[in-house]
Structure formats: C-alpha cells, structure tokens
C-alpha cells in the first residue's frame, strides 16, 4: 500500500472543518435514537429507498430534524454514501452504548449501597427464554428508585441456571451479593417454588436477601380461582363480558348506547340528581350497566357482593404487605371472609 493511502495519512489530511461537520452529523443521529428509544418507538420500516414517503421512523425523523435545521442538512446532503452513520448495525452499536450508560449511572447513582432485585422470565417473539433483571434501592434524598438492568437470554429456566444469569449480570455491572438486601419474583413462574428453588440458594449465600412475594399477584390469582367457581360471579362476568363483547363489535350500537347515555346524564344533571365535575360522567367500555336484563336482581346482588369482596381482600393484602400488624387484624380480616 502507498504511504499516501494508508488510513494514518488519510487521517491526518482530514481538516477541523470535516471533523466538526461528522460531529454534527453523529449528534444528530443521537439524537434521534435517544428520541425513539424514550419514546418506545420502532426504528426499522419496510421501504428504505429513497424515492419512498414512508422509510421508518430513524430516516424519516432524522430528514425531518435536518429540514428543520440548515447546519444539519447541509452536512446530511453531502455526507459521503459510506458515511452516512444510518446502517442498522452502527443503530444497534449506538442503542448499546446507550443502555452501557444508562446502567453506569445507575451504578453510580446506587454508590455501592444495598439493593433489591426483581427478577421474571418470559419468552420472547422469537421462543427464546429471557429474563428481565430491575434494581430497587433508596438513594441518597432517600427516594425509592427502580431501575431496570437488562435481559439475559437463558437456556433453561432452572433454578440453577437463573442463579448463575443473576450473577453474571451483576457481576458485569460490579455488583454483589453481598450487597443484596431482598429478592423478589413472578409468583407463577419457575422462580417461585419448593425449597430448592431460586431464593433459598441466594439465601444460602446472603442470609438478609429476604425474599418478598408478590402478595398482590397472589391475591390476584385466588379471586380469579374464587370467582370461577362460584355460579353468581362467573354468571356476573359472564354477562358483563358478553355484553362489552356486543356493545363494542358495532359502530351502531356503541353510537346508540352513547346518545342514549348523553340524553340521560343530561337530564339527571338538569334535575340537580347527579353532580358534575372534573372525571365525573366518563365514558367507560360499558356504557349502561342498567340496560342489561339478565331476569332478576341477581346482577345488582354480584355487583354488591363483588364490592364486599373486594373491599375485605384489599385490608387483607395491606395487611399482608405491612411488617407489623397485629394478630387481631389478620384474623378479623379472615373471619369476615
């Protein structure tokens, strides 16, 4: 190779004027996935070419950003083609050094405090098994901050296997067990189990990683249980189900249902019955609970008795979730059940 193309020489031809010109050009395109990415939209699309209205979202808001300023799209018009720092790959390299960052600050910010995790596992759209890591800590103003760490593929979702993903994450952000203060996971998932499970090994390593379950998932999936198994609230969901089901398949019916709810609610307003105000009157998915005939009362007795319920599982999970309660609470909330 000439000495006058080796890359060190091309380099050093290169002026002030051409690197603040790249520098403008790569912010801008930082820019613009810093945007897509807090805003949690897609960067590809189908039709690239440059003839096309609609290339992706990457392409169209980084022509809209140098349309909008002159400095930028005189430096995005004469970019050279292998230059052009919108591959997909260089997208890809840039979204990492960005989540490398986010996970350095919030190292930074944890100051080798003590930590929680919140650990599940799911697949994703390719029918690969991941699993989803998200620290919780008190920082310095003594705010409770959670912040996710990252997703790590895994072959199997033993408890061996998950134990070993946990490590290696923290272990590459240059955290410990040690500094491990409370783990939590998906009540339903592989990581909730006997005694061999996930949490009894990390207890086994750090005896104050208490584990917290997830008293809300729990009682979440006993309802459901309880309510498929009794007759007049599967019936009351039944009804309410098929109901929204044959309100919302018609554009008619759903513009009937409304003027006739308009009508009424103006009404009962103009009589002084019903009070007006700010989120008061809000359209929901079903529009006229009382329009629904199923015979006899038993839709206004579910609805009254699905209140009772609900009202004596929710002192019961605040009771669950608290670290003191006392004995008579519990028990009185089990005896009203």
Not at 7 to 21: G, M, P, Y
Not at 230 to 246: K, L, P, W
Not at 314 to 334: F, M
Request: with cysteine.
């Amino acid at each position: 190779m000439k000495e006058k193309q080796h890359i060190q020489s091309v380099l050093v031809k290169q002026s002030n004027q051409d690197k603040i010109e790249y520098w403008v050009q790569l912010n801008a395109i930082v820019d613009c996935i810093i945007f897509l990415l807090c805003q949690g939209l897609a960067f590809h699309g189908y039709d690239k070419s440059q003839g096309s209205s609609d290339k992706e979202n990457f392409l169209e808001l980084l022509q809209f950003l140098g349309d909008h300023n002159e400095s930028i799209n005189e430096v995005l018009e004469k970019v050279p083609k292998n230059c052009k720092l919108t591959h997909h790959e260089i997208q890809k390299d840039i979204v990492n050094a960005i989540a490398r960052e986010a996970s350095r600050a919030t190292i930074k910010d944890l100051d080798n405090g003590f930590f929680l995790i919140l650990v599940d596992e799911s697949r994703d759209i390719s029918v690969k098994e991941q699993m989803t890591l998200v620290l919780r800590y008190v920082n310095k103003q003594g705010i409770i901050i959670e912040r996710f760490l990252g997703i790590v593929y895994v072959a199997s979702i033993t408890t061996l296997s998950l134990k070993y993903a946990i490590e290696c994450l923290l272990c590459e952000h240059n955290l410990s067990l040690s500094k491990l203060h409370g783990q939590g996971y998906d009540g339903t998932s592989n990581m909730q189990g006997d005694i061999n499970d996930l949490k009894i090994l990390i207890l086994k390593e750090n005896k104050l990683a208490f584990y917290v379950h997830c008293f809300a998932h729990q009682l979440q999936l006993i309802l459901v249980v309880v309510a498929k198994n009794h007759i007049n609230i599967a019936e009351f969901f039944y009804v309410v189900s098929n109901s929204v089901t044959v309100v919302g398949g018609s554009c008619k019916r759903r513009d009937a249902l409304r003027d006739a709810q308009f009508f009424k609610i103006k009404e009962v307003l103009e009589n002084g019955v019903r009070r007006s105000g700010q989120g008061l009157n809000q359209e929901t998915n079903l529009k006229r609970p009382g329009d629904i005939h199923v015979g006899d009362h038993k839709f206004v007795f579910a609805l009254h008795l699905m209140k009772n319920i609900l009202g004596i599982t929710n002192e019961l999970s605040i009771a669950l979730q608290k670290k003191k309660k006392k004995k008579s609470r519990y028990s009185k909330c089990y005896g009203s059940c």
